[in-house]
């Protein structure tokens, strides 16, 4: 049986304190109607969500001091801050395809952040329901970290070899069968995803990109969530270190959207950290790499490539 070093109350505050931020989020960075999100908004709600989740570590390593000792404490504080890192590289994958396919679907700038408003709430939903399969898997089999590990390695070779490859949305099945079956709008209509013209009801090309961004997160899941229980089985610090990461997707995006290329170089980064979080978890029998090294390593990994990218870039202009 997995331990975890929260209790009910924690649970419930963390869940009505996720519910509160997306609310504010809705309300406040989604309000104003469709406007484009400027690069100092997408900063200002950037810092806000990294502040808030080392706020947090701050206040569980507090609590933990005070109730299982320094020890422990420094423990998980360290876990969640390593899961956070590793969780929020992985999300900037997730920005190159969401760039597609606002690219490739000609998206306004300002009907974009409903996209991302939505995608993210489902990202919350999808990413719960399968940290609680992959709790229920690990504990039930504890072997399955093997496999979890063996599937980080290849995925992170693959995305190594085939870093520079853009995938051909025209042949995407998922888009090519909404194509066929459902009725469509000829143009944009605003922000919304569905119109009734006539008693008929039509989707609008914004509807497919919402289900192609869901689609896209699905995938990057079975990346992200293995890759955070190489460093903790913790149920509490797998699923808050997640959130956190997934509550600062949107703004993330809208930093990094106009500068993303010049990172092109990230991609590599973000497959060595796939193969060294999977390589961890298939030595950890005869080699336990501590939490505080792995959050070194992939700290200078994501370091080096954004380094090399912004050097390229430069020198290629």
């Known amino acids: 049986m997995i331990e975890s070093i929260a209790t009910g109350w924690m649970w419930a505050g963390f869940i009505v304190f996720v519910l509160a931020m997306l609310v504010l989020d809705m309300f406040v960075l989604g309000g104003r109607g469709a406007h484009k999100v400027s690069v100092k908004e997408a900063l200002g709600w950037s810092v806000a969500w990294i502040s808030l989740a080392l706020l947090f570590n701050l206040g569980l390593w507090w609590y933990l001091d005070g109730q299982a000792g320094r020890e422990v404490a420094n423990e998980k504080a360290l876990e969640f801050l390593t899961g956070y890192l590793i969780e929020k590289s992985l999300s900037v994958d997730n920005i190159f395809v969401f760039l597609m396919i606002f690219g490739y679907f ?20 999808l990413r719960a329901a399968m940290i609680l399969l992959g709790v229920w898997l690990v504990t039930m089999f504890h072997w399955v970290l093997y496999l979890f590990g063996a599937f980080l390695v290849v995925t992170g070779v693959k995305m190594f070899l085939f870093a520079e490859h853009k995938p051909d949305l025209e042949k995407n099945p998922v888009l090519r069968w909404m194509r066929g079956h459902l009725k469509l709008t000829a143009g944009f209509e605003g922000e919304q995803f569905f119109v009734v013209r006539e008693g008929v009801r039509y989707a609008t090309p914004l509807f497919l990109v919402l289900v192609l961004v869901e689609m896209s997160d699905l995938v990057f899941a079975l990346d992200s969530i293995p890759a955070i229980f190489a460093v903790t089985e ?84």
Request: proline share 3%.
């Open 106 to 125: 000609s998206v306004p700038a300002e009907y974009q952040r409903r996209v991302l408003l939505y995608g993210v709430l489902g990202a919350i939903a």
């Open 234 to 317: 913790d149920p509490f610090i797998v699923f808050t270190s997640n959130i956190f990461a997934i509550l600062g997707l949107r703004a993330l995006y809208f930093l990094l959207a106009d500068v993303a290329e010049r990172f092109h170089l990230l991609k590599y980064g973000l497959a060595l950290v796939l193969i060294f979080v999977g390589t961890k978890m298939l030595i950890v029998d005869w080699f336990k790499i501590p939490v505080g090294v792995a959050l070194g390593v992939v700290a200078a990994i994501i370091a080096t490539a954004m380094i090399l990218s912004i050097a390229v870039s430069r020198e290629r202009r």
